[in-house]
């Protein structure tokens, strides 16, 4: 496991995500932001670059299209699904998964 610290989203940093792709079964991407994020322009460069075809798993957390009360962070970032617990669940969940697309010509 890696953890990758993108502290920037834009210039994405293409060589790292390149590198993450090919040497790692899974790429998660976490954000406080909704969709259209860092995780909306890692999945596009992914696919431009043909990423996904070779097995690699993809998924993104995102803050859900909900309104969250204020509470302490940790309350919020439960609620939200982005908490210690929903992110382990989330990883465990990815790398069990086995669905496979067949491509129809």
Same mark, same amino acid.
């Given at each position: 496991m890696t953890v990758v610290d993108a %502290?920037?989203?834009?210039?994405?940093d293409e060589n790292l995500i390149w590198? #993450?792709?090919t040497n790692?079964?899974? *790429? *998660?991407? *976490?954000e406080e932001g909704? *969709?259209?994020?860092?995780?909306?322009? #890692? !999945?596009f460069f992914l696919n431009e670059k043909n990423l996904l075809d070779n097995n690699l798993k993809f998924r993104s957390m995102i803050l859900p299209d909900k309104f969250i009360d204020h !509470?302490?962070?940790e309350e919020m970032y439960k609620d939200a699904g982005l908490d210690? %617990?929903?992110i382990e669940l989330k990883v465990l969940e990815t790398l069990n998964s086995k669905v496979l697309i067949k491509k129809t010509n």
């Open positions: %502290r920037f989203a834009k210039p994405l590198q #993450v792709a790692h079964e899974a *790429i *998660i991407t *976490i909704a *969709i259209g994020g860092f995780g909306s322009h #890692v !999945n !509470n302490k962070p210690a %617990r929903s």
